[in-house]
C-alpha cells in the first residue's frame, strides 16, 4: 500500500473524493476556510470534461442550483462555512422537505457572525438543526485526513440510497492539512436517479393545505430515518474496555483525544474515548452502553456545548458530566491529559 | 387538459399555464417541459397541468431551474413567478441567470401586489396605488424588469404582454421557448388579473389591466 500514498492536503483529499463518489456538478460560493473545495473542483473540470461547475451569485444560489440538478439526477453537491452556512439552509429546507440527497461540506469556522475564519467546531446545530422543521439529516464528522476521504464519498452514497440531506461536517484545520494520504475507495457508488424527466409526469409539492398531511408526512420521515440510523450509524470506542472515565469528542478534537487516552493509559489511567461518527443519527445505544459503565463522562470540543446538548439529549443514563469548551479554539492533546490531573 | 384550478375565480394564472401547455402540445414537446414553481400564487400550479411540475421556496424558482438545466439541458427548463419572487427576493438570482445567459424561460404573473399574502406592495406596485403596507398610496415607481433584465443581457429574448392579449402572449411565449433551444435567456412578463386583491369584477378587470399598460408597456424589448 505504501504506493499508494499521495502528499495531499484535506481540501484536495475532499475534492478527490467527491470525483471518486461519481459526483459530476459542484455549485458553490467562495467562502474560507472551504474556498479551495470550489477552486480544487474547478481546476479538475478543466481536464474532466465530465465535470461540472457553476460558482454562483451567493450561497442561496448555490444551494437552489444544486436542488434543481438533483431533481434532474445529476450527483451535485456545494461547499460552505459560516455565514454560508446559514443561508445554505433555505435550499437544504427545500431538501428536508422533498427528501432530495442534498449533500454539502461544511468547513466550519469561529462564530456567531462573521467570526474568525479557520476553525470551529459551533456548526453542529446549524448542520442538523438548521432547517424550520425536525433535523432529519445525515452528518458525518471526521477526524482524521484519510476519514475526510472516506466519509466524503459515504456522504454521497448514503445521500442517494436513505434520500436525506447529508452534510460532511469538518473544519479548517483539517482541510488545510497536508500530509501523506492513503486514499482507501472501499464499495460501490450508489447509482443516481432523476426525480422528474422525460420518463416521468410528476407534480411535486413543499407545501401542504391541511396539517394532517404534513404530520403524516413526517411521521413517515421520521419513520425512514430510524430504519436508516441502523445502517448508517457510526461510532468509535477507544480503549473502552473496563474504562472508569470515557472522554467524548468528534471531529479533528476526537484525534487529539485518541493520543491523550494513549498517554494517559501509559501514566496508569483507566480513561477511553467515545467519538460519534454520525453526530445524526447520534450512535446512542453505545453511548448508554458505555457511560453504564464509567463514573464520570469528559465532553471536549470546540464550542460551548454543542456536543454536550447532543449527548445529553440521548443519555438514557445518570453519570456525571465534566467537560473542556473552549468556543472556536482548537484543542491539543496536552490539554486533554490534564484534564485528568 | 388541465386538472382543477386550485386559484381564485378569475384569476390570471390559469390563462397563461394553459397557453405555455397548448404550446408544448403543438410543439410535441410535453414531456420535455419541466416547470419549476416560485412560492407566492405561483405555488398553486403544482398539479393543474399534466407535465412534469415541482415547488420549490420563494424567490428560488430561478437558481432551481439553472441547476435543473446544467444538469439536462436537452429539456426545457421553465421558472413560473410572481412579480416579489422575480424582482423583490429573488432578484440576485434572477439577474444573475440572466447575465450568464442560462438558457431557461421565466415567466413572471404581474398582477402589481403581493397576492397570496392579502395584497401588500410588490416591486410592481404603481405609484399612487393602495395596498395592504401602502395604506396610504405607494409613492415610488415601479421596477421595469424588461430595463432590468436588458441591462445585463444583450442576447435574451424579452416581452412584456397581458392576459387580455391571448393572441400576443402564445407567440411571446413561442418566441421565448425559440430563444430556449437557441441556448438564450429568455423572460416573459405577463399582466395578469388578481380579482381577489384589486377588489374589482369581470369588466373592471380589463380597464384595470389595460391602466397597467401605462406603467407597464407591452412588447418586444
Known sequence: ?????????????????????????????????????????????????????????????????????????????????????????????????????????????????????????????LAIHGGNGEGLRIVYSPSTVEELYVLTRKTFNVAWEYRFPSVLLTDGYLLK??????????????????????????????????????????????????????????????????????????????AAARDAVDELKKQGKNVGLFRPITLSPFPKDELNKLCKQVKKIMIVESSMGQLKDLVKQNLDTQVEIDGLYKPAVGIETEEIIKLFK | MSKDSKFCPGCGQTMILQTLYRILQEQKSEEKAVLGLDIGCSLLAWDFLPINTFQTHHGRVTSTMVGFNRARPDLLSFAYTGDGGAYAIGLQSLLWAAKRNDPITVIVANNAVYA????????????????????????????DGMKLIRSVNEKAYLARTAVNEMKDMKQHLEKAIQSQRDGNFSMIEILSFCPTNWRVKGPAMIEYVNNMKESFPVGEF
Request: with cysteine; proline share 4%.
Open chain 2, 116 to 143: 397570496m399574502t392579502g395584497g401588500q406592495t410588490a416591486p410592481t406596485t404603481m405609484h399612487g396605488q393602495k395596498t395592504d403596507t401602502s395604506p396610504a398610496g405607494y409613492d415610488a415607481e415601479p421596477v
Open chain 1, 177 to 254: 492539512t497536508k500530509q501523506d494520504v492513503v486514499l482507501n475507495f472501499v464499495g460501490e457508488n450508489v447509482e443516481p436517479k432523476p426525480l422528474v424527466s422525460e420518463h416521468t409526469q410528476k407534480n411535486i409539492r413543499n407545501i401542504y393545505t391541511f396539517e394532517q398531511e404534513l404530520m403524516d408526512e413526517l411521521t413517515n420521515q421520521k419513520q425512514d430515518f430510524d430504519e436508516m440510523a441502523k445502517e448508517v450509524t457510526e461510532f468509535e470506542s477507544y480503549k473502552v474496555e473496563s474504562c472508569d472515565e470515557l472522554i467524548i469528542a468528534h471531529g479533528i478534537v476526537g
Open chain 1, 1 to 125: 500500500m505504501e504506493n499508494n500514498k499521495q502528499f495531499l492536503t484535506g481540501h484536495e483529499v475532499v475534492v478527490q473524493a467527491c470525483i471518486d463518489a461519481d459526483a459530476t456538478h459542484m455549485f458553490g460560493y467562495p467562502i474560507t476556510p472551504g474556498t479551495e473545495i470550489l477552486s480544487g473542483w474547478i481546476k479538475k473540470c478543466q481536464d474532466n470534461k465530465d465535470l461540472h461547475f457553476l460558482q454562483t451569485e451567493d450561497e442561496i444560489a448555490a444551494g437552489f442550483t444544486v436542488c434543481g440538478a438533483l431533481m434532474a439526477g445529476s450527483k451535485s453537491f456545494t461547499a460552505t462555512a459560516g455565514p454560508g452556512t446559514v443561508l445554505m439552509q433555505d435550499a437544504m429546507g427545500m431538501a428536508d422537505g422533498m427528501r432530495l440527497p442534498f449533500v454539502t461540506i461544511i468547513a466550519q469556522r469561529g462564530g456567531p457572525s462573521s467570526g474568525t475564519v479557520i476553525y470551529s467546531q459551533q456548526e453542529v446545530n
